[in-house]
């Protein structure tokens, strides 16, 4: 399944969310995740994938596990500080901005990971124009 280009791009209102990604109640929203014991990623991940990020190969599943410098998932992430939050979900832009929102929710210091994002995507060309 491909991503339509409008689920790429960042969003001001997640209210732009197709229903069958994201839908919002009274007092819910429901992000659909997909659990796969193997993906078909070119990395044999195993874990969650939000659904608006299959088929973009930039995501990797995502385990819940938390990390050693920070106390939340990369699932966690993906979801709060990327797609709720109404940033794209891969590209050097909207990492960026998740990673603000990732700080300021759990008062990590961003800029180890704004150096690997340097060293990794924009050092090597994988920059979004």
Known sequence: MMMSSSVQGSFRSVAQYPNNLLRIGDNSAQVPVTYKKVWDDGFGARGWKVNATIGDPEIIASTR????????????????????????????????MALIQLSRRTGSDPRPDYEQLVREDILNGRVEG
């Open 65 to 96: 596990e938390t990390g050693q410098r920070i106390n939340t998932s990369v699932f966690i992430h993906d979801i709060l500080d990327h797609f709720l939050s109404g940033f794209g979900v891969s590209g050097h832009r909207s990492e960026a």
